[in-house]
C-alpha cells in the first residue's frame, strides 16, 4: 500500500513540475514570432483578493490559475515521463 501511494506524490511532483516548467517555456518562448502559440492560454480564479478584517487579524486570500498550451503540453510529457520511470 505504501509503494502505491508513493507512486501518487511521485506523479503529482511530475505534473507540478510539468505546469511550472511549461508556464515558464511558454512565457519566455511566446516572445518569438513563430512561437506565439504557446503562450495562448486563460488566466481563472480571484481577480481581486479577498480580504478578512478581524481588527486583532488581517488575513488576505487570493488564488489565481494561469494555464497555456506549453504547461498543457508539460503535463503530458510529465505524465509520459513518469510510466516510462
Do not use: C, H
Amino acid at each position: 500500500m505504501a509503494t502505491r501511494d508513493k507512486n501518487i506524490w511521485i506523479l503529482l511532483i511530475f505534473i507540478l513540475a510539468g505546469i511550472v516548467l511549461g508556464g515558464l517555456i511558454g512565457e519566455i518562448a511566446g516572445e518569438i514570432d513563430f512561437l506565439w502559440w504557446l503562450r495562448y492560454g486563460q488566466s481563472f480564479g480571484l481577480t481581486e483578493p479577498l480580504i478578512l478584517d478581524l481588527k486583532v487579524l488581517s488575513l488576505t486570500f487570493a488564488l489565481q490559475f494561469k494555464i497555456n498550451v506549453a504547461s498543457i503540453i508539460g503535463v503530458a510529457i510529465a505524465i509520459f515521463v513518469y510510466r516510462k520511470v
